[in-house]
């Protein structure tokens, strides 16, 4: 059944459409993520342009991080104080990384930044966690005991705090670094920043695995939130159809992979999740070292009357 | 005074042999609409070749170029070349007030209708339309076979916007002829100018103009209207909505 987009100006096929944000859903609800990484270079791979893709894939993560965020608060496994204080960092990041896409943009090659960053954060947080889940998987077969949790120099920094029900006192100045770093490229690559929120703050940050999927989809809600609003005021490039068709496909897709997901030991989990991170970096990594089929584009600069 | 003469002369002979012949044409739809099940059309134009007294009686066969024209837009065509290794866009045209859609379609082939000469001045063919380059502060069109020109038309001919076809002109009889207008999914909205170019005997003898629209309407007309008027209210409105559906979704699929 073919339905033409308003913004995207084009029809699409909407059981394609459907069916893409159902996949990814399974996905983002399998490794609590929200899948804009996957969900964007798809839907440019249909043939929607990548601001129109980045503009209203922000709305289609807001949608299943809350039904995720939900579920997760119902199990008191979001962390509120934790989810406050990384938030005040991450809006501030969102605006700096709105402010920076702009600036960009101004001196061209922002496409380039864009890929280029995108080989860059999924090959290293892909490959990371793909050794790391291969090292947790060989670490049980041979039985061992996991290596002690010991504090690093961040649990030196001042101002710390205690967040009640992640059970750690922690300093704030780390927290608020990483929502700053996430609301940034959030921003600049148009993710949700999930996939790399979730290992900094297990690793970095030391927050239990109880709390860290609920705490990070509160951040991911909130500034892909912002980041719909930032788009459809100063871009007008939000599709509101093609996001409804998204959230639909997307949350339905989300409980399956939630389900999924529990059965699945959480070494796997990471090794399959850093296999796919990976593949994409690789798959973006390709695309710019080999020669394109076609060394031209063309890109319209608006239509006048 | 004998240079006037003369030129008053050549008026009077010619004159009223250009003006001999009258088109009339017509599209089949003047306003086409994009619905949500919109997925490209075929508009059918047709017309007639009207002869009067003052047609030299050895005119019998015509020769027709139609021309269709989308909105203009500025474009850009970017050129990739290895850097470092990788692929990266170093080289661009930007392409001024350039047709969006743009379709030529004649009864034969564009080069056995008339000579080079005509065919660049009436600009008959892909390769005569102007294209208006900015090259270095310079606005120009250039050579056909400039690479950049020739990708741009390459690459709007793949996404069916841009198309040229010397038989897509039938003529029912002598006078009377037709031709279909396909007009592909993604098709730029706004105001389309058809031009009709009449030849014989390679010599061009006049032309007639009309114009089509197409327009979003109901439901599309008004999510783009509100995207683009009432950016806050839409965004709010969009946001709104994706809580909604999250919010829908966990009392769905709720455990218990």
Known sequence: ?305 | MRRAALALLFVLLLGPAARAEKLIVSVSNHRVTVTPNYSGEELVLFGSVEKDATTPADRKAYDLVVTVMGPRADMVTRRKERTFGIWINTDYRQFLQVPSYLALFANRPFEAITSPEIARRQQIGLNNVLLTQRVSGDFADVVPNDAFRSAFIRLRTQRGLYREDGSAVTFLTPTLFRTGIPLPAEVPIGTYDVEIKLFANGAFIGKTETAFEIVKVGFEQFVATTARQNGLIYGLATAAMALMTGWMASIVFRKD
Not at chain 1, 114 to 132: D, H, K, N, P, Q
Not at chain 1, 171 to 185: D, E
Not at chain 1, 204 to 226: C, D, E
Request: aromatic share 8%; charged share 10%; hydrophobic share 55%.
């Open chain 1, 1 to 305: 059944m073919q339905l033409y987009l308003p913004i995207a100006d084009l029809p699409v096929n909407v059981f394609l459409v459907l069916a893409m944000g159902a996949a990814v859903g399974f996905v983002s609800g399998m490794f609590g993520i929200g899948g804009g990484f996957l969900m964007t270079p798809l839907l440019i791979f249909i043939g929607i342009t990548p601001a129109v893709a980045v503009a209203s894939v922000a709305s289609h993560i807001a949608a299943s991080s809350f039904s995720g965020a939900l579920s997760y608060w119902r199990r008191r496994a979001i962390d509120p104080s934790l989810a406050s204080v990384l938030l005040c960092g991450g809006v501030t990041g969102t605006a700096l990384g709105v402010w920076t896409f702009t600036q960009l943009r101004a001196l061209g090659q922002l496409d380039l930044m864009i890929a280029l960053s995108y080989v860059v954060l999924l090959t290293t947080v892909g490959s990371l966690m793909f050794s790391e889940g291969l090292r947790a998987l060989m670490r049980t077969r041979r039985g061992a005991v996991p290596p002690r949790r010991t504090h690093n120099w961040i649990h030196g920094l001042p101002l710390k705090m205690r967040f009640k029900r992640s059970k750690i006192y922690l300093s704030v100045i780390p927290v608020v670094v990483v929502g700053i770093v996430i609301g940034f490229i959030g921003a600049i690559m148009g993710i949700g920043g999930g996939f790399i929120l979730v290992p900094i703050m297990i690793y970095l940050l030391r927050v239990p695995t109880s709390t860290v999927i609920g705490t990070s989809m509160v951040l991911t809600l909130v500034t892909m939130l912002f980041a719909t609003m930032l788009h459809a005021v100063t871009n007008h490039l939000v599709d509101a159809v093609l996001a409804l068709i998204l959230m639909v496909g997307g949350v339905t897709g989300a409980q399956f992979g939630a389900r999924a997901g529990q059965k699945i030991r959480g070494e796997q989990l990471r090794l399959l999740l850093g296999l796919l991170i990976l593949s994409v970096g690789i798959r973006f990594a390709i695309e710019l070292v080999i020669q394109p089929s076609d060394l031209f584009t063309i890109r319209e600069l608006g239509v006048s009357g």
